[in-house]
């Protein structure tokens, strides 16, 4: 089967545990006013490439992926192919090697009974995701990435279900997701998870504008300046209480 690619990278370092080889697909309904990366929504280009093709490629570096590393697939929204990541992560399993998923989970549809089945079967197969809520007010989200983030929290709960390891990743960017209040809701919500085994609190940095001037985007975030990354630290701690807090009550209920 062939997947829609963007593009291949051999050593990343950010994309979850270890050094990892890292699929970006190509695609995505989001329009997230920070995205860095909107050379990836287009659902059409980039290039077509088998699952044998990419497991060929990462073969030719197996060794540096040893360090507790693997393979993510990321984007773009990975979850648009559900039926390539199938075929891709049933064969990473079949061999060995760690999987990780880096999405927005805006294709999770409880109301979609196909999409369900397809997702039953994925989830075996994925080792780690990485979920990236953009917003925890639904309104927010609307406003910040076009879409409503309703099925997106219920992800949280399917994951949770399936037991599925889950990091959490929000971007924080002044003035848009830095409220204080809404960062400790965030905690407050993915604090009832069993599965939460991490929590990256991102600074917003502005160096994907180039990429929208290329396309001839106007950038929506124009102005807004970089995340102080002194500050982040301070806000990160804001998810975090919500986190304990939630965490306590459920102590206390027990
Ligand atoms: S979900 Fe990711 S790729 Fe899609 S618009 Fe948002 S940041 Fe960009």
Redesign the pocket.
């Known amino acids: 089967m062939e997947g829609r690619i963007h593009s291949l990278e051999s050593f990343g370092t950010v994309d979850g545990p270890g050094t990892r080889f890292v699929v970006f697909v190509q695609g995505?309904p989001?329009?997230?006013k920070?995205?860095?990366?909107?050379d990836?929504?287009a659902m059409t280009g980039g290039q077509m490439m088998t699952t044998d093709y990419i497991l060929e490629q990462y073969h030719r570096n197996e060794p540096f992926y040893r360090n507790g590393g693997g393979l993510t697939v990321t984007?773009?929204?990975p979850l648009m192919q559900i039926d390539f990541l199938i075929e891709l992560y049933g064969k990473c399993k079949e061999q060995g090697i760690h999987t990780c998923l880096d999405t927005?989970g805006?294709a999770f549809n409880p109301d979609n009974a196909p999409m369900m089945e397809k997702f039953d079967k994925l989830m075996p197969l994925v080792d780690l995701v990485m979920l990236?809520i953009?917003h925890i007010d639904p309104e927010h989200h609307k406003e910040l990435?076009q879409q409503p983030n309703k099925n997106i929290l219920k992800f949280c709960a399917y994951l949770n279900e399936k037991n599925v390891d889950m990091w959490i990743r929000h971007v924080i960017v002044p003035g848009i997701t830095d409220d204080d209040k809404y960062l400790y809701d965030l905690g407050y919500f993915i604090g009832q998870f069993h599965n939460l085994k991490a929590l990256d609190a991102l600074p917003y940095h502005t160096m994907g504008e180039t990429k929208y001037e290329k396309l001839g985007i106007e950038y929506p975030l124009k102005g807004v300046p970089a995340m102080d990354k002194t500050i982040l630290l301070d806000k990160k701690e804001k998810i975090l209480d919500g986190i304990r807090a939630r965490r306590k009550e459920m102590s206390l209920g027990n």
């Open positions: 995505c989001m329009r997230c920070y995205c860095h990366n909107p990836t929504w984007g773009g929204e927005s805006i990236d953009k990435c």
